[in-house]
């Protein structure tokens, strides 16, 4: 497949190609052309006219091409669902469900953006300036860059390209390196809806060299990035040499306090799907640390080692796979390396722990130590260590003792001590009796801390895309004594 540039499908200036790999079975499924500076150069030329088309279109105009968007991907959800599956790894009914809910997000930022509101701002409270007549509006940013992990592609690529788009912005998207090809599907589509020339791009290449050029040139007035921690921390001071606008949802370390009093079996169902057999556990807000108080540590921890040890691993393109492969082997391999690590330390493997290539078996350890890798990073992996507490204090300073901050759970049948804990849990969103690795397009999403900063939702992204213009009307009301 090759890229979008300029409002081309082109290859690379160099003529250079990076093939594409199912990650389970190691085969080429296509290639794509890797980018080099000069294309990425020529990119953000190309949208410096883009913008400007996209600044003259109504707001009724940019609702009825995201809703052509959405129409199109919704009709096309099998075709796009597979492929997504085969480049990325996570089971085809998972894929499918992305793909159909990137369509709702881009049906919910076309009807948001219709409501881009201004205000009427009195002045009269202000001695002087009683006479003046003041209002605010909101105006696009320009371009922006959308840089998309591997994860869930997809979804948030559509969480910043329909945002973007419905604020009459410019984008120019730079998919994941390794799972790009249904992306690259979606810009046809986009390219099929009508957007104006150059309103939207795609290249493909090396992250870090296109990323770092995208952050650093000043033709990019905001860079909205998913990403890890390193990568935002590279994106914030690079973009801080043209002081624009940067977004970022990046690592997290999401903490679930277990109460004694909870639903265990609901409990061990929500770590299942929120952990072990979602994304194949690669969720930047699934739960990541699992603390249990004492009285049920152990029999919460035998429910969820029967249900990890009943999920099926294996061939992602299967419709009864609960979980596939991860996106390559090197990080299956990491994974891997830090259970070891673990283990070696003192927990105790109650299921998987072994890796076959890029597959890793859903993996429940307990008696973890706090102080190991495992605990203390982010394990991209369908991994769930338990720690035992026995009062309240102390898994809330536990949960809290991270650098992270994207999201945290709790389970309990006492709602006010639920949320005294929602309200002591340093993280952007707590969920209450279910798994942390809780999304809903309408809601603010974002994290505290070194989980980056700014929100996502379709009522909330609008504000990050545009700027506010004050407007004054000076000695409008004459007659005001």
Known sequence: MKMLIAGQWVEASDGAWMDIRNPGTGKVIDRVPRATLEDTRRAVEAAQAGKVAMRKLTARQRYDMLIRVAQAMEARVPELGKLLAEENGKPIGQTRAEVGVTASIFRGFAEEGKRIFGRVMPVDAIPGQERHFAVTIRQPLGVVAAIVPFNYPVELWGHKA????????????????????????????????????????????????????????????????????????????LGAETLKKVHMELGGNDALIILADADLEKAATAVVLGRLARGNGQICCAVKRIFVEAPVYDRFADLLTAKAKALKVGDQLQEDTDVGPLINEDAAKEVEAVVTEAVKAGAKLRAGGHRR???????????????????????????????????????????????????????????????????RLEAGGVIINWSSALRVETLPFGGVKMSGHGREGVHDTLDEMTDQKTIIVHNAFPAVE
């Not at 033709?219 to 921690?229: A, D, F, R, W, Y």
């Open 357 to 423: 290539n890029a597959f890793m078996e859903p993996t429940v350890l307990t008696d973890v130590p706090v102080d190991v890798p495992l605990f203390k990073e982010e394990t991209f992996g369908p991994v769930a260590p338990l720690v035992r507490f026995t009062s309240v204090e102390d898994a809330i300073r536990m949960a809290n003792d991270s650098p992270y901050g994207l999201q945290s759970a709790v389970f309990t049948q006492d709602i006010n001590k639920a949320l005294d804990i929602a309200y």
């Open 162 to 237: 329909a945002a973007a788009l419905a604020a009459g912005n410019a984008v120019i998207s730079k998919p994941p390196s390794a799972c790009p090809l249904t992306l690259l599907k979606i810009a046809e589509i986009l390219e099929q809806a009508g957007l104006p020339n150059c309103a939207h791009q795609m290249i493909t290449g090396p992250g870090a060299m296109i990323g770092d050029y995208l952050a650093r040139t000043p033709g990019i007035q905001l860079v909205t990035v998913t990403g890890s921690t390193a990568v935002g921390i590279r994106i914030a001071q």
